[in-house]
């Protein structure tokens, strides 16, 4: 194939069904079959991406860029959206690569902050060049998503060989976020770690301005160690000679780690104060929960190095600031990322009544972050039961001003008793005896039980790469995982409630799977065999008691809340 024009066709656009569907289709095909514990992958051909680079005619546009580079288990995506939300106020021209997007795989990369995935589809022309796109500064939209997506994907697949095969899905992905933000001339560059730190593809870039390590916890063991240090070593294989980096603040063990590799490479090392919320203004975070302290903190540190470092700002970095610009509390205050401390009412459901069914929706996925997922939901159900209770004080105290439809709505809803149910799968790779209890015992010390625990299987591989298309539900599902879940939570409620050692079985509805309710039932939980059908439940559950308030804490996998964003939002 030559020439630009040529290079942004699809080459199964024929028989498509829609364009974006065509790359996404490509796309997967990069999906390997190796599980993510399978060592041999580790680390080899990391310098392949250098030969990507050179294929792609980026490791100059690289070397060049003004990046903020990221690593850590837990707040990586959320350190980066607030570094973003702050570097924007300032006027600068920003791009961001996360991951993992819950819906469209297009919310990996944002240009100006815009996400990507709201779009409603185009029948787009791909035959316009790449050349002409880097001039013109608005969202990425599908079509210019395309265009560079095939202008990756076609040249590597030309240059690539048997010696140099095409590159892995996540690999690709990091090349396509540099090719956009190199042809957008982005002021800066802010990149959040995929895996680890020395070996993942982010880490080609050899002169960031400056690196960021994120909160240490026990995460991808198999790849990454089972030691916190371990694990800090690996994340601090992003430390570049000579360039500053912050951590948050870490445990020994780990912060141990992170100062020997610094000092072996002259790296000044400081940890990041966590944010003041007196800074603030009165104003709140833009991403909720306690640990969002932390991570704005490492942002406020990131971002001030970073705009002194690139002669915008005069003055060092201080561990104690008594204020902060404008620039950084607007930033901080309207940051956003889906799927993160996120509260939303099911619309099928409260078209009437809102706030009958609503999920609280968080991605948490390992034991630390279980934890701090179980205080922001019992905060914010706390918050909610106030709420409630100073609407039912105003009902009955009849003496101020009152609107009609607000205080009929505020009287019946304050007349509704709450209950909390949670949604929850997780990848086999996790281990849910570590997860699980975490979250229970969380929630349980904050005075919230679940009523029930519903378990489902995750949609499929084709969803993670971001289709549109509606998940379908598939009668031959595999739920031995979410069984084996659902037997931990039973085990764990009944050793709350100290009860014997009875078997789970001899409560759950056994020769009744997945009958009448398509479910199997325990006493305290059901395995679903699809999302909708959990979904359905739930929706039935609450039309036909309007007399209670649902609230679905769905968490375990960023997978199952971009799966349940997916059908709530539609
Ligand atoms: N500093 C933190 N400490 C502990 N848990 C956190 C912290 N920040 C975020 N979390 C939890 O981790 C979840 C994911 O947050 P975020 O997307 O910022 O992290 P990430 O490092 O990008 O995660 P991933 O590994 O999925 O890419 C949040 O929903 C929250 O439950
Ligand atoms: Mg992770
Ligand atoms: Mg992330």
Avoid at 6 to 34: F, H, M, Q, R
Avoid at 480 to 486: D, G, V
Avoid at 522 to 530: A, T, W, Y
């Amino acid at each position: 194939m030559s020439g630009v024009e040529g290079d942004n066709e699809s080459p199964e656009l024929k028989s498509s069904v829609s364009p974006y569907e065509d790359a996404l289709d490509a796309l997967s095909s990069l999906i390997t079959k190796k599980t993510r514990a399978d060592r041999s992958n580790k680390g080899d051909g990391f310098d392949v991406l250098f030969d990507y680079l050179k294929m792609l005619e980026l490791d100059v546009a690289i070397s060049q860029m003004k990046v903020i580079h990221v690593a850590g288990t837990k707040g990586k995506g959320s350190t980066c959206t607030f570094t973003e939300s702050i570097l924007r106020n300032y006027g600068f021209h920003t791009g961001l690569f996360t991951s993992p997007h819950l819906i469209d795989v297009r919310e990996r990369f944002r240009l100006d902050g815009s996400e990507l995935q709201t779009e409603p589809y185009k029948t787009a022309s791909l035959v316009f060049s790449v050349s002409t796109l880097g001039s013109n500064r608005v969202d990425i939209c599908e079509e210019k998503f395309l265009a560079y997506f095939w202008w990756c994907y076609n040249r590597l697949k030309e240059k690539t060989n048997e010696d140099i095969p095409m590159p892995t899905y996540f690999r690709f992905l990091a090349l396509l976020a540099f090719k956009i933000f190199s042809a957008e001339q982005v002021d800066v560059a802010i990149l959040e770690v995929g895996l680890g730190g020395k070996f993942d593809a982010t880490n080609v870039v050899q002169a960031p301005i400056v690196c960021g390590i994120s909160s240490l916890g026990y995460d991808h063991m198999e790849i990454l160690g089972y030691t916190l240090g371990e694990i800090a070593g690996e994340k601090a294989g992003i430390f570049k000679h000579g360039v500053p980096a912050f951590t948050a603040p870490q445990l020994d063990e780990a912060m141990f780690v992170l100062e020997k590799k610094a000092s072996q490479l002259d790296v000044p090392l400081q940890v990041a104060t966590p944010l003041d919320i007196n800074l603030l203004n009165g104003l709140q975070l833009g991403l909720d929960g306690e640990h969002q302290f932390l991570n704005a903190g490492l942002a406020i540190a990131l971002c001030h190095t970073w705009l002194k470092r690139t002669g915008h700002l005069e003055g060092t970095y201080l561990d104690q600031i008594s204020s902060l610009p404008d620039q950084f509390i607007k930033g901080l205050t309207t940051a956003s990322l889906q799927g993160r401390a996120q509260i939303i009412p099911d619309r099928y459901i409260n078209m009437e009544n809102l706030g009958d069914l609503v999920f609280y929706l968080d991605g948490a996925h390992s034991p630390e972050s279980m934890e701090m997922c179980g205080r922001w939901f019992s905060l914010a159900i706390k918050k909610d039961i106030q709420q409630q209770n100073s609407w039912k004080d105003q009902s009955q105290d009849n003496s101020g001003p009152s609107n009609g439809l607000i205080s009929k709505y505020h009287n019946e809803a304050s007349r509704r008793s709450s209950t909390q149910i949670l949604l929850f799968n997780c990848m086999s790779v996790r281990d849910p005896q570590l997860l699980l209890p975490r979250l229970m015992n969380t929630c349980a010390n904050h005075g919230i039980h679940f009523q029930k625990a519903l378990f489902v299987p995750n949609i499929s591989v084709y969803n993670k790469v971001g289709s549109h298309a509606l998940p379908t539900t598939d009668p031959q599902v595999d739920l031995s995982w979410q069984l084996t879940l659902q037997r931990v939570w039973e085990d764990l409620i009944h050793g709350h409630k100290g009860g014997d050692d009875k078997n789970n079985d001899s409560i759950c509805e056994e020769g009744k799977e997945y009958t009448e309710k398509n479910a199997r039932s325990c006493e305290s939980s059901l395995v679903f065999p699809s999302l909708p059908l959990a979904i359905k439940w739930l929706r039935d559950n609450v039309q036909q008691n309007r007399s209670v308030r649902v609230q679905v804490l769905v968490t375990g996998s960023l997978h199952l809340v971009g799966d349940v964003l997916r059908l709530v939002k539609m």
